[in-house]
């Protein structure tokens, strides 16, 4: 039943097949068709600003105050292009390769492939548009290596590549705005998605300032909505990101897939109490001079610097002696998880492990250390109030990229005709890991080249449907479920905060579905959230109304949706009886310990239909088949 | 720690503001102001009261969303910091804190300490941008550009949006924010084109938002998180006289 | 360009505001150079200064640039009370509590005040000398020319009258810290080099000004105790 349509032809020539041969829409017709976007990020932003360029009515809705602030903005390492700038034999093949062996073998071979042919032109797009990566003396583009591939192919803009690539896209953006081909909502929220006839033909969506509610046609609707690794409560994310819209178009039927997918980044700051609200990522370049280790000896409460050399276990150079402290980063957050199990966590709540640059700077002297992580340090001791300089830092393992997401075919189409997900919010590109300075990438080029190609040729087929009102059955019906729920929210009036359900689901999820998963944990964790999500429509407590700037409800609204979205997370991750990428099964590994794959039976992307509230979702296998490369085992000894 | 807040509560732009008190107990010290807010907002859902309405994101300082005035001062009593990345380490047990929204005629409160910014926006959909459109764009080494002039742009484009130097200004007024992105793309070859036409039009725009004249305090440079320089200012300044001169007005 | 948008617009306001204040800081020069002839010996000074007050007032070139001077004078002053009117606007309602001013130096925030004082202060002095000068009954000297010399002379025995032109000069002292280089960047000086020679070179002339009209009437005083 799932077509992923991929086009015909050798994997090189599948991309430049399909726009050879898919359906157009002339200049004259675009102008009848609306569109809707959904956020503002790297993805939504040139979405919208690309198909307004191209002459279609397009509508961008978010929930921030400002395009700017969607959650790209805070991407720090890098974006990866195979322009081969370096002379250090990088290609596309290269580049696609290294990402479908990231993502263990778990992604499409010809979506992969696209996202390599296509990095290229985001690197040509955004310079263009003024973004200032690093340069050489010479005045050409600067590049490192990231994210443990042999070849420089990342281009950066010191610490805050995603601001700028966010910005370059918010400055578009802007510009479509000002001209009056897209029409931004700022502060608001979609509630509902409508279908009408199995199509996707607009939103109801919540005025966040004057809590009215809207209805908003279109004839295709794009979700750009980002991750849901705000599920855990703790993680690198925004407070505001959320699954709700990619929930609702679940609900609607669009399937998801790879949903347990997540990727843990080992380089955060650790939890420090229970008020905490988020965990703030330290650049992963820290680990190329730090030295990551915990005592040798359980529930060590001396002074760091006070544990002699022997006395500490330099774990990831012990079990990866080839990779070291640069071990990929499910590999580094699971051994650390690890540690923090066995007892050996460190600092006031025994959930952290040691970064320590005390060789480093032995070795470069602090003023070069400083050179190179200056700015990371002070914004270490500015959030802990210790300094890297004088004691080693802690981390510890946070949730950070969803690579799972809505169900999206080559066109970037949902199971629902005209809805498409681009960005963090589809599955596709990363299989069951995310190749480092990969996210950046596969947000702008499905914004900027690709979805604006797909979506003509379905629109094609709508230029002689006409303005959708919005006065139709669907619509009342949509806006009456929408207003309905936020009733119910508010009606509950019970003891307990959203708040404080968001925090109890995040540990679930982190317990039992986080770092590393095992059969009875995942049961329990069923249960658990079930009980959680009964509690939270028994005693949930929202004040406040409907119709007013209402922090809560929206709140409500989103931690709703993660609690359905959470069982959902639990099932995939039940199923799939391997360990593959971030997904790892405790009890499907090797004898060391390294993850054990299992390609005769999980060679497909677990693609999930929605059943109803509360009921076992529908799996719905896209076998995965690879033509050209032979997956082989990831190792990293 | 122990602290008494004096928050502006305000139900919507056109009613009349007040100020409320409340007292919070036991706050650990590593909290950020924010994260302290989220407890406030707790203890008054449990008293059956209507928190307390602010904005705030990414929390880690770059997404520009959070902002209030702290004792008197954008975003608190420390240079170059977002709100977020204030910690409660840096108030004394038993301090009174006063908050306040970012104070500007551009910035309506909305609710509480949630403000209107969208005037920001509106000064860039006036010429903040390169007007490339996607795939038109040439080869990214075809254009060399300086290491230097690379970094200085990097430097004006840091800008997060936050409007720490509207509020910080006494005159509200949006120079340094204005100036920032002019800036980049002046130092940049691919802003060379629409050169003129861009800074006059960011200028009108930022005008008829109803900001202020910059009196050259240099406040802004020092409370901006992202350390702006107030050169971008003189750019600006420069880029319009020069555009003047021209005849491109 | 409509006058509408000469009013309306900030950074235009602010070149008027610039230019202005260049034009009468340059002045500011000839006027101290020409003040300092006061310190001659008395003879020669009370002769020299008469000659050299009628020579400024009976030329015709002089007399137009002196207009020029008080046009551009008046402008300097409408333009700032137009530019403050409206920046007290653009501020709003304001803070209920305002610790803003730490990240500024006062003068900076209150050239409007400064200004006001120096504006107080030049009414005084019109008074006093030029409108004397020009219709006042005053003595001529053995040259035949008006005696303004005497006046100066006399005014400047009294304390309280030489108080209130130091505290004059003072206030110009701080107005022309911030003016000068606050000119140099309004007129776009952005070259980091240049925008800190343009500091020193504000703060220096502030000073001289300052310190240059502030003796001229200390040293009289004393000189006749």
Known sequence: MLNAKIPDGPLEKKWKNYQEHCKLVNPANKKKLDVIVIGTGLSGAPAAATLGELGYNVKVFFFQDTARRAHSVAAQGGINASKNYQNDGDNVFRHFYDTLKGGDFRSREANTYRLAEISANVIDQAVAQGVPFAREYGGVLANRSFGGVQVKRTFYAQGQTGQQMLLGAYSVLMRQIGLGHVKSYNRHEMLELVVIDGKARGIIARNLITGEIERHSAHAVILASGGYGKIYYLSTLAIGSNASAAWKAHRKGAFMAGVSWVQFHPTCLPQSGDYQSKLTLMSEALRNDGRIWVPKLKGDDRFPNDIPEEERDYYLERKYPAFGNLAPRDIASRSAKEQIDAGKGVGPNKNAVYLDFKDAIKEYGAEEIGDRYGNLFRMYEKITGMSPYKQPMMISPAAHFTMGGLWVDYELMTTIQGLYAVGEANFSDHGANRLGANSLLQASVDGYFIVPVTIGNYLSNEIRTGKIPTDTPEFDKAEEDAVERLKKFISIKGTKSAEYYHKQLGKIMFHHVGVSRNKKGIEEGIKLIRELREDFWTNLKVPGGIYEVNSELEKAGRVADFLELAELMAHDAYDRDESCGAHFREEYQTEDGEALRNDDEYMYVSAWEYTGYGKTPKLHKEELTFEVVKPSVRSYK | ?249 | MGTSVIFKNTLIRKIFMSLTGLFIAFFLIIHLLGNFQLLLPYEQAHLQYNWYSHLLSHNIIIEIIAYVLYATLIIHILDALLITLENRKSNGQGLKVDKRGVNSSWFSRNMGILGVIILLFLILHFKDYWYMYKFGNIPVDEKGNKDIFLIVHESFKQGWYVAIYIVAFIALGFHLAHGIWSAFRTLGVYNKWYIKLTKYIGITFAILMSLGFAIIPAIIYLKNL
Request: net charge negative; glycine share 6%.
């Open chain 2, 1 to 249: 720690m122990n602290v008494t807040l004096k928050v502006w509560r305000q139900k919507n732009s056109k009613s009349k503001g007040h100020f409320e008190t409340y007292k919070l107990n036991d706050l650990n010290p590593d909290m950020s102001f924010l994260e302290m807010l989220d407890v406030l907002n707790e203890q008054l859902i449990h008293e059956d009261k209507i928190p307390v309405e602010f904005d705030s994101d990414c929390r880690e300082g770059i997404c520009g969303q959070c902002g209030l005035t702290i004792n008197g001062r954008p975003n608190g009593h420390h240079h170059h910091t977002t709100t977020c990345q204030m910690h409660m380490r840096h108030f004394e047990d038993g301090d009174t804190i006063l908050v306040e929204p970012l104070r500007a005629s551009a910035f309506t409160v909305i609710k509480d300490l949630k403000v209107d910014r969208s005037a920001m926006d509106r000064i860039m959909q006036a010429g903040g941008f390169v007007s490339v459109h996607t795939g038109s764009a040439p080869d990214a080494n075809s254009l060399p550009i300086g290491k230097m002039d690379a970094e200085d742009a990097f430097d004006s484009a840091a800008c997060i949006g936050c409007g720490t130097c509207i509020a910080t200004c006494k005159n509200s007024s949006a120079a340094l924010f204005t100036s920032a992105k002019i800036t980049q793309l002046a130092t940049l070859p691919q802003g060379e084109i629409e050169r003129e036409k861009r800074v006059v039009a960011m200028v009108d725009a930022m005008d008829a938002e109803g900001f202020g004249s910059c009196t050259n305090t240099e406040a802004c440079e020092m409370e901006c998180p992202q350390e702006i320089s107030v050169t971008n200012i003189a750019r600006m300044n420069f880029e319009y006289n020069r555009a003047l001169l021209l005849g491109k007005k």
